[in-house]
C-alpha cells in the first residue's frame, strides 16, 4: 500500500518537518465544519492537526509513519497545557528567546520516557533554533538564509520585503530590487530537484514529480510576494528571517492559543501508515492528506484513494496538495466524487505556503 510503499524509500528517524509548510487557514476553510465530525490529519509537525481542533470536532486523528513528527505533536501538546502564549512562541522558534532550554524542559517533563529521550538528545538545538527550527526542512532553510542569501541581498532589503505596501508596489518592489541576476541564480542552484531532495526532503519524494523545482518555486513566488502581502505572510518571514513577524501561522495566534488548549484531549496519536486507520473501521469526515500522493506512483494512488473512501461518510471531503505530481480523484472513483471548485479557487488564492502548484478539496456523495 502507500505509506509501505514510502516506508520502503524514506527515512523516518529524524525529525523531516519541524513544523507545518501548508497554510492551516487554507486547510480549516476547505473542511466541513459539522457537530461530532471525525477528521483524520497527515500528522507532519503536528501544527494542522491542532488547527483543525478550532472546527470544534468530536476527534482528530493525527497519523504519521514518523515516531520522530509523532513526538513533536506530544510535545505540542504539553507546551499548550504547561506554557503561556508567550513562552510557547519562544519554545517554538517563533520569538527570540534565551529560555528555550528551560521551557523544553517544562513542556517534556510529563512525556513518556522514550519522548523525553528524544528532546533531551536535542536540548541544545531547540535552544538555538527552536522546536520550529530543528527539522531537516527548516535546516535546509536556514542554510540558505545563512550561508546563500546574503550573496544576493542585504539587511535593507531583506527587511523592506515585509513592510506593507499595495499590490502595484509590491511588483515595482520584486522587479527593481528583488529579482536580480544574482537571485535568479541562486535559485535555480538552491531550489533544483537535486538539492531539495538531499538537503531538505528525501530524494525519493520526488520520484514522480514532473518539471523543474526551481522553475516552478520562481513561479509561486509571485503569487507570495506580488499576489498577496508579504508582510502577513509567516512561512516567508521564517524563510527569509528565520522567525516569524507579527503574521503567525493559525495554530500559533493568540486568539486562538486557549480554544486549542481546551481541546487537547480530542486529539488522538497513532504512529503508522494512513491504511491502519481504514482497517479499523472507523470513518471519517475529513482528511488532510497534506501532499502525500505526490509519492506514490499512479496504480497505488488509486488504490489509496479507493481504500480512503472506504472509510469515509457521506459528504466527507479529501483536501491535498500537489507541487510537481499531479494527483486528482482517479477516474475509477469519480463518479462518487464531487470537487468542490469553488473552495479550491478560494483556498489558492489565499494560500500563503507558496510552494505548492495545486489545492484540491474533494467530497464523497
Known amino acids: 500500500m502507500a505509506d509501505a510503499q514510502i516506508a520502503g524509500k524514506a527515512q523516518f528517524e529524524l525529525i523531516r518537518y519541524a513544523q507545518l509548510w501548508e497554510d492551516a487557514d487554507v486547510l480549516v ?22 488547527a483543525m481542533l478550532l472546527l470544534d470536532p468530536d476527534r482528530v486523528v493525527a497519523l504519521d509513519l514518523s515516531p520522530a513528527q509523532i513526538s513533536c505533536l506530544r510535545l505540542r501538546i504539553e507546551a499548550y497545557r504547561k506554557l503561556s502564549h508567550v513562552e510557547f512562541l519562544e519554545l517554538t522558534g517563533s520569538r527570540p528567546s534565551s529560555r528555550r532550554g528551560e521551557l523544553l524542559a517544562r513542556a517534556a517533563s510529563v512525556l513518556e520516557d522514550a519522548d523525553q529521550a528524544f528532546w533531551a538528545s536535542r536540548r541544545e538545538s531547540v535552544a538555538q533554533y ?5 527539522g531537516k526542512f527548516e535546516t535546509y532553510f536556514r542554510t540558505f538564509r545563512t550561508w546563500l542569501l546574503p550573496l544576493a541581498h542585504n539587511r535593507k532589503t531583506l527587511d523592506d520585503v515585509f513592510n506593507a505596501r499595495p499590490q502595484a508596489d509590491r511588483q515595482t518592489f520584486f522587479d527593481e530590487r528583488w529579482n536580480n541576476w544574482r537571485w535568479r541564480l541562486l535559485l535555480g542552484f538552491f531550489f533544483s530537484n537535486f538539492v ?29 510576494a506580488i499576489d498577496l502581502d508579504p508582510s502577513e505572510n509567516p512561512y516567508l518571514h521564517w524563510i527569509l528571517k528565520g522567525c516569524h513577524g507579527v503574521a503567525l501561522p493559525l495554530a500559533w495566534r493568540e486568539e486562538h492559543y486557549d480554544t486549542i488548549r481546551q481541546r487537547l484531549d480530542r486529539l488522538d496519536l497513532r504512529c503508522g501508515a494512513l491504511e491502519q486507520f481504514v482497517e479499523t473501521g472507523e470513518r471519517a469526515d475529513g482528511y488532510n492528506l497534506s501532499d502525500i500522493f505526490e509519492y506514490m506512483d499512479a496504480a ?50 489565499m494560500d500563503k505556503a507558496f510552494f505548492y502548484s495545486d489545492f484540491i478539496v474533494e467530497e464523497v456523495l
Open 29 to 50: 476553510d476547505a473542511l466541513p465544519s459539522k457537530p461530532g465530525a471525525t477528521f483524520v490529519s497527515i500528522c507532519s509537525g503536528g501544527d494542522n492537526a491542532l
Open 300 to 349: 497505488t494512488f488509486e488504490t489509496v484513494y479507493g481504500s480512503l473512501l472506504k472509510a469515509a461518510n457521506p459528504g466527507c471531503r479529501l483536501v491535498y496538495w500537489n507541487m510537481m505530481a499531479p494527483r486528482r480523484v482517479p477516474e475509477r472513483w469519480s463518479k462518487g466524487i464531487r470537487t468542490l471548485t469553488d473552495i479550491e479557487a478560494r483556498g489558492k488564492s
Open 130 to 134: 527552536g522546536i520550529g527550527g530543528i
Open 196 to 224: 531539495m531532495g538531499r538537503l531538505g526532503r528525501d530524494p525519493s519524494f520526488f520520484a514522480y514529480v514532473e518539471g523543474s523545482l526551481a522553475e516552478h518555486v520562481s513561479r509561486r513566488l509571485i503569487h507570495a
